[in-house]
């Protein structure tokens, strides 16, 4: 390549992407850094974990994976759409402190929704080139104003911890070596995560608020390895406050998906095609999380098993693994469990709402026989898994449902349909 990687200069990288789509990339363009991609992965093999040559070369290969990807196959899964491997490079090391995972969670979640805010803002003012096709002003006056929710469930969330969440440095640098040195790993996050695959405007916000779930959702699985750990610990006052801690990542997916909400299905179908292959349900994240909590459905089990990157769901659910659900079935009646059953039951309920939102997009954003990850049909698959919670007698709460997608009685019997996941009339919240 004749550079070392930390000079490899990355704003044409970044320019030609954010203005063209990846749709649009020429096949110079991709052969030039999917060659670069295969140098990354070779460095990264031979450095050793924790050193700067590690971090360069780790960057480097997350953010031009995705155009390796593309010119491999032609159609986006779930990673190389999205982007969001790029969050296990700004997290870093898994195995850190509980506390500090889920402050750069959350502290992704800010910095991705400011992005967002600060490309619908200068949209707004026709000052940003790239703003695409299919803008409105008023969408994007209405998506600003709702993004100030997401903000405030960051600082709701990081309230309790003595330092302030980080932020991306104010200016991109130009070099692979300048993205790595800044200690955060935010302005790499902010500057590489949303590329879009077409010019159509909405599709930002669509990028922006997958990567904020994604980060929401880790927050969560973090929490809850934390609560188990002071369950088994019996430290039933500090498993009830992570506990609670966890109602509140459940509060900021709820923004995070008000936000999405001002997109039209019919703005969506613009792009739908150019997602390819990807699915949420292919998240690696998220199924960790389901797993963790309820254990691994057989039905899903089957799906995973042909695809690598989920193969891990399928081995954490070994024989003896006891998902968290049972663990608090096991504390009975247990005086000193009661509190942390009585805030889990809140969380249970948030989450079985969150279920409830993201069926109702699905029903309301994809055709009716819109396949998903290994065939599996769309909302249908949804469906099928509503009843995975905590506790037995947990209900959806409708108020909530009712204000993403108005009255909808074909959600609502649906969603009465499962035994385990009644329906809370509008007004009864938990």
Not at 11 to 38: C, H, I, M, P, Y
Not at 183 to 203: K, W
Not at 303 to 327: D, T
Request: proline share 5%.
């Amino acid at each position: 390549m004749g550079k070392r990687l930390g000079d490899i200069e990355l704003t044409t990288f970044r320019r030609t992407q954010r203005s063209r789509g990846r749709q649009a990339l020429d096949d110079e363009f991709k052969r030039e850094w999917t060659e670069v991609n295969s140098a990354a992965r070779s460095a990264l093999a031979l450095s050793r974990r924790g050193t700067i040559d590690h971090r360069r070369a780790s960057l480097l290969g997350q953010i031009t994976a995705p155009v390796a990807a593309l010119r491999e196959s032609g159609a986006p899964t779930y990673y190389s759409y999205t982007g969001v491997g790029l969050q296990s490079w700004y997290v870093g090391d898994a195995h850190q402190p509980f506390r500090r995972l889920q402050r750069a969670a959350v502290a992704g979640v800010r910095a991705v929704i400011s992005e967002m805010v600060r490309f619908e803002a200068e949209s707004v003012a026709g000052l940003d080139p790239d703003r695409g096709v299919e803008f409105d002003a008023d969408r994007s006056a209405e998506r600003i104003t709702r993004a100030a929710g997401v903000v405030a469930a960051c600082d709701a969330t990081a309230c309790s911890w003595s330092e302030p969440l980080a932020a991306p440095g104010p200016v991109a640098p130009e070099t692979v070596g300048g993205y790595a040195a800044e200690s955060s790993g935010l302005r790499a996050l902010v500057d590489f995560s949303t590329f879009p695959q077409t010019r159509y405007h909405e599709e930002h916000v669509f990028l922006s608020t997958i990567h904020c779930a994604e980060f929401w959702i880790f927050a969560l699985r973090v929490c809850m390895d934390e609560a188990r750990e002071r369950l088994d610990r019996g430290d039933h006052e500090t498993a009830r406050s992570v506990f609670e801690q966890g109602v509140r990542y459940a509060e900021g997916l709820y923004a995070t998906f008000w936000v999405l909400r001002t997109m039209p299905p019919e703005r969506f179908a613009d792009f739908r095609d150019a997602t390819g292959n990807a699915s949420a349900v292919q998240s690696l994240n998220y199924q960790l999380l389901e797993a963790k909590l309820f254990g691994l459905d057989p039905r899903k089990a089957d799906v995973f098993a042909k695809i690598p990157h989920l193969v891990p769901v399928v081995l954490l659910a070994k024989p003896g693994f006891e998902p968290l659900s049972s663990r608090l079935a096991s504390l009975g009646d247990d005086p000193d469990g009661a509190s942390v059953i009585e805030v889990a039951r809140v969380l249970d309920r948030k989450l079985a709402t969150w279920r409830g939102i993201h069926l109702g997009f699905a029903l309301d954003y994809l055709p009716p026989a819109a396949l998903g990850t290994g065939d599996t049909a769309g909302a249908a698959f949804l469906q099928n898994f509503l009843r995975r919670s905590l506790f037995k007698d947990t209900e959806v709460d409708g108020s909530i449902v009712d204000r993403f997608f108005g009255e909808d009685e074909k959600l609502a019997e649906l969603l009465r349909a499962y035994p385990s996941v009644g329906m809370a009339p509008g007004g009864r919240t938990g």
